[in-house]
T-cell receptor, first 112, second 114 residues
Framework: DQQVKQNSPSLSVQEGRISILNCDYT??????FLWYKKYPAEGPTFLIS?????DKNEDGRFTVFLNKSAKHLSLHIVPSQPGDSAVYFC???????????FGQGTRLTINP | DTGVSQDPRHKITKRGQNVTFRCDPI?????LYWYRQTLGQGPEFLTY????????KSRLLSDRFSAERPKGSFSTLEIQRTEQGDSAMYLC????????????FGSGTRLTVV
């Protein structure tokens, strides 16, 4: 029962362009969503989050959009930089950032 | 270094042996979490502690798995009678209760059961 799904295993984007990573969820009780970035041989690093009372949250080059009716969230990175190449996980929880349910991840490659 | 520390980084063990992993969280964090990640998947929740109390355990955590956080500081995760299906990356994370940001993860312990 995959409650959080990232349907694109990989994404390749040219440096300077926009990267859009997508995530879908099925559990309508989720009220908090997060994105993590993971480099090889390291643990995931928290990137940005959004509460279900909002539909957008922005932090520098990173913006997360939440569409509750579609149960869909996306992460926009603009402009994309080579250091953004990593695996990105979306995660969701209810009742605050306690137990998180993660998606399978999307490997983002930024090409120079 | 004030991050989350996990030891060992790698562990190779024979099937049937017991293994124990250690996690040292960020010192002021009162919550500690264990996750497991297999190839091509995201991390899966195993268990979490608030101070020394284990508040939730996943159904993934079979009777062969036990976790402790005896003094509300470091934690150990023990796997008894390891099986090949236990091969995975075991991730520890910590957070401060009430914080709205994400957890801080350690770099993980990679377990290979041969």
């Amino acid at each position: 029962d995959q409650q959080v799904k990232q349907n694109s295993p990989s994404l390749s984007v040219q440096e300077g362009r926009i990267s859009i990573l997508n995530c879908d969820y099925t559990n309508s009780m989720f009220d908090y969503f997060l994105w993590y970035k993971k480099y090889p041989a390291e643990g995931p690093t928290f990137l940005i989050s959004i509460s279900s009372i909002k539909d957008k949250n922005e932090d520098g080059r990173f913006t997360v959009f939440l569409n509750k009716s579609a149960k869909h969230l996306s992460l926009h990175i603009v402009p994309s930089q080579p250091g953004d190449s990593a695996v990105y996980f979306c995660a969701a929880s209810n009742g605050g950032a306690q137990k998180l349910v993660f998606g399978q991840g999307t490997r983002l490659t930024i090409n120079p | 270094d004030t991050g989350v520390s996990q030891d060992p980084r790698h562990k190779i063990t024979k099937r049937g042996q017991n293994v124990t992993f250690r996690c040292d969280p960020i010192s002021e964090h009162n919550r500690l979490y264990w996750y497991r990640q297999t190839l091509g998947q995201g991390p899966e929740f195993l268990t979490y502690f608030q101070n020394e109390a284990q508040l939730e355990k996943s159904r993934l955590l079979s009777d062969r798995f036990s976790a402790e956080r005896p003094k509300g500081s470091f934690s150990t995760l023990e796997i008894q009678r390891t099986e090949q299906g236990d091969s995975a990356m075991y991730l520890c994370a910590s957070s401060l209760m009430g914080s709205v940001g994400g957890y801080t993860f350690g770099s993980g312990t990679r377990l290979t059961v041969v």
